[in-house]
């Protein structure tokens, strides 16, 4: 079993910054590539970032790329999601996400992972 925790939300006015984390627990950490996830009310859950198990490599969605910044700290089961020059579009809940399969590559696609966390909510104010 695979627990995911995310901490870091909160209310931030459009271009201020904010730090996300998720702690992992029940497995290898190291293993796998990880990634961020958000959804905003009414829509579907979109990828966000991602980072993979050795390198590490990264891949960022196109509407946060340049803005945000993932990165990883395996010593603390951690994975962060730096987050910058915030804008009102980017308010969602945001959520961390482990595949299910260890070694696999960086994958964009909500169907790709077999593990989620319960999400932290950011609202950008204008």
């Known amino acids: 079993q695979v627990q995911l925790v995310e901490s870091g939300g909160g209310l931030v006015q459009a271009g201020g910054s904010l730090t996300l984390s998720c702690v992992a627990s029940?497995?290898?950490?190291?293993?796998?590539?990880m990634g961020w996830f958000r959804q905003a009310p009414g829509k579907e859950r979109e990828f966000v970032a991602a980072?993979?198990?050795?390198?590490?490599?990264?891949r960022y969605a196109d509407l946060v790329k340049g803005r945000f910044t993932i990165s990883r700290d395996n010593a603390k089961n951690t994975v962060n999601l730096q987050m910058h020059s915030l804008k009102p579009e980017d308010t969602a809940v945001y959520f961390c996400?482990?595949?299910?399969?260890?070694?696999?590559?960086?994958?964009?696609?909500?169907?790709?992972?077999?593990?989620w966390g319960q999400g932290t909510q950011v609202t950008v104010s204008s």
């Open positions: 029940g497995r290898s950490f190291s293993s796998y590539a």
């Open positions: 996400a482990a595949p299910r399969i260890a070694y696999s590559t960086i994958a964009v696609y909500p169907g790709e992972y077999g593990y």
């Open positions: 980072i993979s198990w050795i390198g590490p490599s990264t």
